[in-house]
C-alpha cells in the first residue's frame, strides 16, 4: 500500500493487473506441462531425475512453444475481465 501511495503522489501510471501472476508468463505453462508429466516419472536418482526432466523437456513440441507468446494479448483480455484471479490458460 505504501509503494502505491507513492506513486500515485508522484504521478506515476501503473497498470491495473495483478504483478506475479502465472497466468502472464509463457513459461509458467511449460512449467505446468513439465511438472505434469514428470509426475507420471519415479526417478531413482538424480542423474535419472536430470535425464527424465530433459526428456520431458525435448517432447514439448513446437508449436505449444509457439503459440505461447501470441496468445499474450488473449491472457491479457481474460486476466482483466478475470479481475486478477485465475484462468482457462
Not at 502472464?24 to 531425475?49: D, G, H, S, V, Y
Request: glycine share 2%; net charge positive; proline share 7%.
Amino acid at each position: 500500500m505504501i509503494t502505491k501511495t507513492w506513486l500515485r503522489t508522484k504521478h506515476v501510471p501503473v497498470l491495473e493487473w495483478p504483478a506475479a501472476s502465472p497466468d502472464l508468463f509463457p513459461i509458467e505453462n511449460i512449467w505446468r506441462i513439465t511438472k505434469r508429466n514428470m509426475a507420471q516419472r519415479r526417478p531413482l536418482n538424480i542423474q535419472q531425475l536430470q535425464d527424465y526432466l530433459r526428456q520431458e523437456w525435448e517432447k514439448i513440441s513446437t508449436d505449444t512453444w509457439s503459440c505461447l507468446v501470441p496468445s499474450m494479448s488473449e491472457r491479457l483480455v481474460a486476466i482483466i475481465r478475470r479481475k486478477g484471479d485465475a484462468t482457462s490458460w
